[in-house]
């Protein structure tokens, strides 16, 4: 079992930057390939970024390719997403989860374990 907190949400301007963070309780973090979605009203949820348990391997949604960064530090149980030129668009709730099924790197379905999200507005 893996709790996962966010934070670092808020409001940022078009442009502007925000750094998200999520902590993780429990021992097996290191083992779990982790990601972020978002979740803007009125839509679905969908994929933002994810990291495989070393670091080593990340994968990004085109449409934050180049401007987002995901990374993590196992000996803090931390996943982290960087921001950088925020879009209106980019305003949602994002959410960090655990992938534990052996699915598309994308697909929502492979992550069990999600933590309660934190929000980001961005202002034009």
């Known amino acids: 079992q893996v709790q996962l907190v966010e934070s670092g949400g808020g409001l940022a301007q078009a442009g502007g930057s925000l750094r998200l963070s999520c902590a993780a309780s429990?021992?097996?973090?290191?083992?779990?390939?982790m990601g972020w979605f978002r979740r803007a009203p009125g839509k679905v949820r969908e994929f933002v970024a994810a990291?495989?348990?070393?670091?080593?391997?990340?994968y990004y949604a085109d449409s934050v390719k180049g401007r987002f960064t995901i990374s993590r530090d196992n000996a803090k149980n931390t996943v982290y997403l960087l921001m950088n030129s925020l879009k209106p668009d980019d305003a949602a709730g994002y959410y960090c989860?655990?992938?534990?099924?052996?699915?598309?790197?994308?697909?929502?379905?492979?992550?069990?374990?999600w933590g309660q999200g934190t929000q980001v507005a961005v202002s034009s």
């Open positions: 429990g021992r097996t973090f290191s083992r779990y390939t």
């Open positions: 990291v495989n348990w070393s670091g080593g391997e990340t």
């Open positions: 989860a655990a992938r534990t099924a052996a699915q598309p790197i994308g697909i929502i379905w492979g992550y069990a374990y």
